[in-house]
């Protein structure tokens, strides 16, 4: 599975990190209010003074001392987040009086599920027959990962290949337990491309524009990728 | 660890966002855990500042409207540069001909001016800068500001616009009418007169 496109997009997030801004406790309200001007479908999730959430189904927006955070789900995420990323850049800067950036990273997770472990890993190109050296031959191989990190002045790019287990277990409240039992158990093996990529510099305001930077992340995601 | 105590995290340990997938929690809403532990990372001040061409190594101008500007910028630069070192006095024609091909770098920029409201304003005075010159030459003074602008811009093309009013008077200062010619028929205009139009 060394293509990128065979994996489902999943997450999606934009972060951003300043030196810490007080203008956020006098600024919280007067952002938000022009970020759903812009996009009238967020709604309120948390207010805290560090700290502001709002959502829609397939985005979280974050905003708080030092850092902005767009979380995007599903496959239009990456336009999704690099839209409101835009958006949120543009209303921060001036009302946070922001003119340099600690740090934006674009981390991208892509996924495939499978029914089992020997499927997932097979899907991945990792080997299930070698022996364990510690288990010898009884062991079963059920998981792998694989990362690498690359590090300029610049920017630097963390990439991992992981097959992994994940289970969810939800708890049914007592009152609906006649009806659809105690629990709810799934367990799934999954697939996952994890791409992180960021900057080591820092970053002038006049100088930053996130559509492009994005376009850049993920250029740079995809040739790393193909070495992994 | 009180809230907004500084202490120094390796990078290496710390990715763009924590709590990812692989447990999901079953809380009600399924919110993802976004906390960065409450600590504050802090760069050293050394840390260095990244350049356009370091930020956006890897593009070309179907990348989008700042990487074309980059481009054009670059080659506007570059053809005044040139008509700069000749003297127009000589051989007015080449030197014609390198201003003919800035100003048309100036109108694609001016195509760009959605990047923003410095950008526009700056890329708009260098256009009436240049055309309000006519058949005269930029003296020595006007040729070195206009390329001291145009670096600027292309080191920070989302300026913000109270800047580009910095970089518009250093413009005015050496002698460039950077309005075009009708702004003045306007603003000497009587407010109680509109037939004088």
Redesign the interface.
């Known amino acids: 599975m060394k293509s990128l496109e065979e994996l489902a997009l999943e997450f999606c997030v934009f972060e951003l990190r300043y030196n810490p801004s007080p203008m956020i406790w006098d600024a919280a309200g007067s952002i938000w209010t022009s970020a759903i001007a812009a996009n009238p479908s967020l709604a309120f999730a948390l207010a805290q003074p560090n700290q502001q959430v709002f959502e829609t189904d397939s985005l979280q927006l974050t905003l708080d001392i030092t850092t902005l955070r767009v979380i995007g789900r599903g496959e239009n995420a990456l336009a999704e987040v690099s839209r409101n990323a835009s958006l949120l850049l543009k209303i921060i800067s001036e009302k946070l009086k922001l003119q340099t950036f600690t740090r934006a990273g674009l981390r991208i997770i892509r996924s495939k599920v499978f029914e089992s472990s020997p499927q997932a890993l097979k899907a991945a190109a990792v080997s299930i027959d070698e022996e364990s050296p510690a288990f010898g031959k009884d062991a079963r191989k059920v998981g792998f990962a694989k990362n690498t990190r690359f590090e300029t002045d610049e920017s630097g790019l963390l990439a991992s290949l992981r097959v992994e287990e994940r289970e969810f277990s939800f708890t049914i409240p007592w009152e609906s337990r006649p009806r659809i039992g105690a629990k709810l158990n799934r367990k799934e093996w999954v697939v996952v491309s994890d791409l992180d990529y960021y900057t080591v510099g820092k970053i002038d305001r006049e100088v930053f524009d996130v559509e492009t930077w994005l376009r850049q992340a993920v250029k740079k995601m995809e040739r790393e990728w193909s070495a992994i | 660890m009180p809230?907004?105590t500084v202490i120094p995290i390796d990078?290496?340990q710390h990715?763009?966002?924590t709590g990812?997938?692989?447990?999901?929690d079953?809380s009600p809403d399924h919110?993802?855990s976004?906390s960065?532990d409450g600590n504050?990372?802090?760069?050293p001040e050394n840390?260095?500042?990244?350049?356009?061409a370091?930020?956006?190594?890897?593009?070309d101008d179907r990348?989008?409207?700042?990487?074309q500007a980059l481009r054009l910028l670059t080659d506007c630069l570059e053809q005044i540069t040139l008509a700069g070192q000749i003297d127009p006095g000589v051989d007015f024609t080449s030197y014609d001909e390198r201003m003919m091909r800035a100003s048309d770098s100036l109108r694609k920029l001016y195509a760009l001016r959605d990047?923003g409201d410095?950008f526009g304003a700056s890329i708009n005075a260098l256009m009436w800068a240049i055309r309000n010159k006519d058949t005269e030459a930029l003296s020595g003074r006007q040729t070195s500001t206009m390329l001291e602008v145009i670096k600027q811009l292309r080191?920070?093309?989302?300026?913000?616009f109270d800047?580009a009013m910095t970089r518009l008077d250093q413009l005015e200062d050496s002698e460039l009418n950077i309005e075009p010619p009708f702004v003045e028929l306007l603003t000497d205009l009587d407010p109680g007169e509109p037939d004088e139009l």
Do not use: C, W
Request: charged letters at 15%; a positive charge.
């Open positions: 809230n907004g990078r290496n990715p763009s966002f990812m997938p692989g447990s999901f079953s919110r993802i976004i960065v504050t990372v802090l760069q840390a260095k500042v990244l350049t356009p370091e930020l956006y190594p890897d593009l990348d989008g409207p700042v990487i990047i410095g080191n920070k093309p989302m300026l913000h800047s």
